[in-house]
């Protein structure tokens, strides 16, 4: 048997150096990326998009792309910790954009010039919800959309829950957060408040329900095991709160002790200072550098005069006050006590230990699981292990915050929906993210944060809000400052980079595409999108094989044998 060597020619293609040649071997697509703001908020909402609107001065439609995810753009406007800033490219540049100062002007200009959204046409489906807080709003608001009727049961007096009843109103006025919520009983959304819900199932049986969504919250403040004599006062922060709010506030004394290092802590510790203690002191485990609250939230309260004891422990309360030992950190991060202690003569102790949900209401349903750390187990859609019981927000664990309550209320919605629908629910496939590096900005004009007005520290005195909104023209400017990183904003750099004129303008809000006959794949127009809009994307041949591709145009000498 012989073999004939048929042929010993490298395969060279001169079109594996990026750029044109004799064959396109690449060309540009449009891509819609991920942006960080969106991707980062717990809303899940298109921050990116509503920005874009407001922009240019489509104030309303930026407002209804905004409560398509969230119906409460003036109360996170307010006291959300925007997480969406801190992931902001722009703050590689200057300043993140203050986004949560936008959703603020837009959810206060709906409710100056009564914008609704109407409810869905009605489905004869009918929905309970315990718990009026940001979970178990947001889930009636996005239900009525759908269609369904929905009943919210609450045990307080008034709705919102821990935006009502623990985020003081110096942060967020119960004004706007009562209007905001009347927009959700506008939709259809009925309320009995005042009722506390004792035994689910006999809820839903006697209501005739057919889906049921718990989002009760953690109401319940963790508690301290240390001795206390004397009958001095020791209360936690989540009841000191609510009983400011419901005109109970108790006597605190002259010196009060705020334990703990979280945002219920500097809550509570600024409450006391409008309550006229002469010095709220926080009691830390940890140092500065270590503490759960947000930075802004801290300076907020030391600016006030809250002052700290850093790494000190409690462990003793009587008559002479507070008795505290040093704590020193080890290496590893681990608390190591000292055995040094002192006394600070404090008339009240406030723990600001965290929270826990009562779920004694839950016990009878065998089929609902409980976490050890009082939490409800729920499944990828929200759904408790009984179905058609759904659950979310605080009560469920994670990210405890109002943002994240109110994203669980969208998911759980939709999940709710589909359930009802007798349909699977499947998570929408997300957009690559894009970071910082991926922009090209060789060019762009330095354009500091716009900085909404405080009152000055001897004005706050009592619970007035302590900061203002922005102006309109305020935040148009604050929403140009967006890069809108990772999707085209039609700035026409493509289209008039381009040398071989083949991109193609759409029209306004349509964008561009590409004509293949004129393009050479040179990736001009990649060079020149300063959001990174565009990837240059592969051709493939006839045969289904990619054009000067590096791994053919590289591939070893082949040759075929025939007998």
Known sequence: MSF?????TPVLRATIRRGAGPQRWQHPAWIDHLPPCNHACPAGENIQGWLAQARTGDFEQAWRTLVADNPFPGVHGRACYHPCETSCN?????????????ERFLGDMALERGWTVPAGPPTGRKVLIVG?????LACAWHLRRFGHAVEIRDAMAEPGGMLHYGIPAYRLPRAELLREIGRVEAMGVRFTMGTRVEDVSEAIAEGGFDACFIAIGTHEGNHLDIPAADGRQMIDAISLLEQVERGMAPQLGRVVAVVGGGNTAMDAARVAKRLDVEEAILVYRRDRAHMRAEPQEADE????GVTAKWLRNPTRFGKEGVTIERIALGEDGSLLPTGE??????DTLVLALGQHADLRFLRKETDIGIGRDDTIVVDQRLMTGRPGIFAGGDVIGGLRTMTAATGHGKKAARAIDAWLRGEATEAAEKSPPIGFEALNLPLYLDAGRTTASELPL???RGFA???????????????DRCLSCGNCFECDNCFAACPEQAIVKLGKGRKYTVDLDLCTGCAVCFDQCPCHAIEMVPEWDSAGGRIGSLGEAMAPHRFKLRP
Do not use: C, N, Q, T
């Open 4 to 8: 004939v060597l048929e042929d010993l």
């Open 90 to 102: 722009r703050k590689d540049l200057d300043e993140a954009v203050s986004i949560h100062a936008v």
């Open 132 to 136: 009026a807080g940001p979970a178990g």
């Open 301 to 304: 309260a030391f600016l006030e």
């Open 341 to 346: 202690f002192e006394i600070l003569p404090v």
């Open 458 to 460: 001897p004005a706050r």
């Open 465 to 479: 809000e302590v900061v203002a909104g922005i102006s309109a023209r305020e935040a148009r400017y604050e929403a």
